[in-house]
């Protein structure tokens, strides 16, 4: 299970997925660039790194709701 006991709920894997996918849906475009994501992400919550960032990435990628292109992330939805 990806869920842990200890772990503050928004440094949980799915809380960020949900954040990107969020984030995602607000644009109209289908390609995104890793990073503008990420800083876009960034400034709205403070606590998210880079590593749960690229977790929750992966995570988005085995649910089929992202691809992933060298750094450009494609919307599957």
Known sequence: MILGKDINPKKQIYY????????????DNTEFDFFDVFN????????????????????LYLLG?????KNRLIKCF
């Open 40 to 59: 876009s992400l960034k400034r709205k919550e403070k606590d998210i790194t880079i590593n749960l960032y690229s977790l929750s990435l992966d995570w």
């Open 16 to 27: 960020i997925s949900a954040l990107v996918l969020n984030e995602l849906k607000s644009y």
């Open 65 to 69: 709701a992202i691809k992933k292109d």
